[in-house]
């Protein structure tokens, strides 16, 4: 607290990041960083452009990876947002499109940066409970809402919702913005981009930090109605003309072209993250099955702080969560097979 502070400031409870940790030798199973490296064409488009451009703006639209995501996804240029990592872009979701008065409607265990952008930004966020499965239950989101957000797959469960969910939910709320947050969606779901051309109130979210392995570059993006993208960028551009440097829109756009390595290194991640499943059940875990870069798994007999503090010893870190419901589950990113096998040796030493 400080006399120097805007008042607003005493209250926010910011986001805290699962943590980067400076030693070497750890196998680090907690953000949900991609185990494989981007594609080679991405730092070859990078480093192609470490110039003297440099000195000048880059493109204050990045039209050219506007073009190329719209491209990619069938879509126009005018339903693409782009911004500074896919936080970024849900910010200005919140600012732009859910600030109407009432609650946001969000599951009770969903991704944790959501209510901090209602603290932000003043607006009451409406938790719903999950189902005893962990699943979100389409239904339940209804009734007055100023806007409906939640991660698909959901973010800590890894449980993916059909889009025919998604629908129930988009046809009961025909006069709320529903935002679909796909950061995982490339692990194994159906995007629900396809819908935008029926669901002017649909905004999809993506990011490249977790599929297309460029957490570092800071890269996000956004597909909807262009109205609904009108408002993002009246937003962005009254905060940041340029949250997208030179370096990022190229290497954006490379990371899209390359669809091979995408496609390989996604497929690489879905087989670990089965075979991990797998090793996770035979040593008495419960898994909840997962359509994600991770899964959330309780062990039948040991506490999860436990698990976690004993396998930080053995310098192998995952997230665990002290929320309700979920305490006694860590959250493990999927890793190369060596990594998993790692993590499955050191919790054989706990177990
Ligand atoms: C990782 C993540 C994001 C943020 O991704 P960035 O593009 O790196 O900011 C957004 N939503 C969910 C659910 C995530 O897990």
Redesign the pocket.
């Known amino acids: 607290m400080s006399r120097f502070w805007s008042p607003f400031v005493n209250d926010l409870v910011p986001y805290v990041p699962g943590e980067q940790p400076k030693l070497d030798n750890l196998i680090k199973l907690n953000t949900?960083e991609n185990p494989y490296g981007p594609s080679p064409r991405v730092v070859e488009a990078i480093r192609a452009q470490l110039d003297d451009s440099l000195r000048l703006y880059p493109a204050p639209n990045a039209d050219q990876l506007k073009d190329t995501i719209a491209s990619y996804y069938g879509v126009t240029a005018a339903e693409v947002f782009v911004g500074n990592?896919?936080?970024?872009?849900?910010a200005h979701i919140f600012h732009a499109l859910f600030q109407h008065g009432k609650p946001v409607l969000m599951p009770d265990i969903s991704?944790s940066?959501y209510p901090v952008y209602c603290g932000l930004y003043g607006i009451e966020a409406q938790t719903l409970p999950l189902a005893e499965d962990f699943s979100i239950r389409p239904a339940d989101y209804r009734g007055e809402n100023g806007g409906i957000i939640f991660?698909n797959p959901n973010?800590p469960t890894g449980m993916l919702m059909p889009l025919a969910g998604i629908e129930q939910i988009l046809q009961a709320n025909p006069d709320s913005v529903v935002v679909v947050?796909e950061?995982?969606i490339d692990f194994g779901g159906e995007t629900a981009i396809a819908l935008v051309n029926r669901y002017p109130n649909l905004l999809v979210?993506q990011?490249?930090?977790?599929s297309r392995s460029l957490?570092g570059l800071?890269?996000?993006l956004a597909v909807g109605h262009a109205d609904l993208i009108e408002a993002l960028e009246r937003v962005k551009n009254s905060f940041n003309s340029y949250p997208l440097d030179r370096l990022a829109i190229v290497g954006a756009v490379a990371a899209f072209e390359d669809q091979a390595y995408f496609q390989q290194t996604c497929q690489a991640v879905i087989n670990s993250r089965d075979a991990l499943s797998q090793g996770l059940q035979e040593r008495g875990f419960q898994v909840l099955p997962s359509a994600a870069n991770f899964v959330l798994a309780r062990h039948g007999e040991r506490d999860a702080d436990e698990l976690a503090a004993g396998l930080r010893a053995q310098k192998v870190i995952v997230r665990h969560f002290r929320a309700p419901r979920i305490e006694q589950f860590l959250r493990i990113t999927v890793g190369t097979p060596e990594q998993n096998q790692a993590l499955l040796r050191a919790l054989d030493a706990l177990l």
Not at 85 to 90: C, I, Q
Not at 207 to 210: F, Y
Request: charged share 20%.
């Open positions: 949900n990592g896919s936080d970024e872009v849900l991704y940066f991660p973010a947050d950061a995982y979210t990011t490249l930090s977790k957490a800071r890269v996000g």
